[in-house]
Nanobody, 127 residues
Framework: QVLLVESGGGLVQAGGSLRLSCAAS????????VGWFRQAPGKERDFVAH????????YYADSVKGRFIISRDNAKNTVYLQMNSLKPEDTAVYYC????????????????????WGQGTQVTVSS
């Protein structure tokens, strides 16, 4: 079992930056691939970024590529999402999600591929 807790959200002006954290409990977190998703009011929960368990491979949605950076510190059981050059359209609740360590390929952008979810943190970008 993995328990995820997001933090770091808040209100920021357009062009500003925020760093979200996803702190995990559980001895096996270093073996979990992790994704960040976001959900704006009335919209679907969309993929933002993905990082492999070792942190050596990352993948981003086109809408955030070049602005957001996902990273992790397995010694601290934490995954981060550095968000730069924020835009009003980045306003959403941001969720981190972890996938059980199992063999086989999968679609990182699909929220159905993840087994554990945090409660989310609100990010609001004002224009």
């Amino acid at each position: 079992q993995v328990l995820l807790v997001e933090s770091g959200g808040g209100l920021v002006q357009a062009g500003g930056s925020l760093r979200l954290s996803c702190a995990a409990s559980g001895r096996t977190f270093s073996s979990n691939n992790v994704g960040w998703f976001r959900q704006a009011p009335g919209k679907e929960r969309d993929f933002v970024a993905h990082i492999t368990s070792s942190g050596t491979s990352t993948y981003y949605a086109d809408s955030v590529k070049g602005r957001f950076i996902i990273s992790r510190d397995n010694a601290k059981n934490t995954v981060y999402l550095q968000m730069n050059s924020l835009k009003p359209e980045d306003t959403a609740v941001y969720y981190c999600a972890a996938r059980k360590n199992r063999a086989g390929s999968y679609t990182a952008q699909s929220r159905y591929e993840y087994d554990y979810w945090g409660q989310g943190t609100q990010v609001t970008v004002s224009s």
